[in-house]
Nanobody
Framework: QVQLVESGGGLVQDGGSLRLSCVASGRSFGSYAMGWFRQAPEKEREFVAA????????YYADSVKGRFAISRGNAKNTVYLQMNSLKPEDTAVYYC?????????????????WGQGTQVTVSS
């Protein structure tokens, strides 16, 4: 069992930056691929970024490429999402997710554990 707790969300102006963190419980964090997803009101949950167990493979949604960066610190059981040049359309609840595999994917259905989410609001 893995428990995930996100933090770092908030209100930021158009063009601003935020850094999200997700701390995982459990001793096998290094064996899990991790992902960030987001869900805006009345929309389906969508992929944002994912990272393999070693950090050697990362994926990004086209909408965030060049602006967001995912990283992980296995010693701290933590995954990060650095978000720069934020836009109003980035406004959503952001969720951290863990997959019981070392291989990252971009699909919601592949992730076994989810955090409670953290709100990110970008004002224009």
């Amino acid at each position: 069992q893995v428990q995930l707790v996100e933090s770092g969300g908030g209100l930021v102006q158009d063009g601003g930056s935020l850094r999200l963190s997700c701390v995982a419980s459990g001793r096998s964090f290094g064996s899990y691929a991790m992902g960030w997803f987001r869900q805006a009101p009345e929309k389906e949950r969508e992929f944002v970024a994912a990272i393999s167990w070693s950090g050697g493979t990362v994926y990004y949604a086209d909408s965030v490429k060049g602006r967001f960066a995912i990283s992980r610190g296995n010693a701290k059981n933590t995954v990060y999402l650095q978000m720069n040049s934020l836009k109003p359309e980035d406004t959503a609840v952001y969720y951290c997710a863990a997959r019981s595999s070392r291989i990252a994917t971009m699909f919601v259905r592949d992730y076994n554990y989810w955090g409670q989410g953290t709100q990110v609001t970008v004002s224009s």
